[in-house]
């Protein structure tokens, strides 16, 4: 079972950048799809982005143009590059493997 852990979160202001790191205990070569959700205080977890092995990568509307998801199959890490930070992204980000693996997740908080 492959463990993954977020890291790469923190405060910062609206309009600032933040690049978060998921690593993963094992070979990700062979996965398929890796993604990222969030999710805020009182609402559900949802979709932010997936990257696919052959290159594909599907964002959700709110994050699109602002948020760039990546892979390293050589480092086994998944990267989301989110900038143009808004308020509304503040939440804890975690990542999965599609195959019923999430890590511990990491706090993003965007506030003046």
């Known amino acids: 079972q492959v463990q993954l852990v977020e890291s790469g979160g923190g405060l910062v202001q609206p309009g600032g950048s933040l690049r978060l790191s998921c690593g993963a205990s094992?070979?990700?070569?062979?996965?398929?799809?890796m993604g990222w959700y969030r999710q805020a205080p009182g609402k559900q977890r949802e979709f932010v982005a997936s990257?696919?092995?052959?290159?594909?990568?599907v964002y959700a509307d709110s994050v699109k143009d602002r948020f760039t998801i990546s892979r390293d199959n050589a480092k086994n890490t998944v990267y989301l590059q989110m900038n143009s930070l808004k308020p509304d992204d503040t939440a804890v980000y975690y990542c999965t493997d599609y195959r019923q693996n999430w890590g511990q997740g990491t706090q993003v908080t965007v506030s003046s």
């Open positions: 990257t696919y092995s052959s290159g594909r990568t």
């Open positions: 094992g070979s990700i070569s062979s996965i398929n799809v």
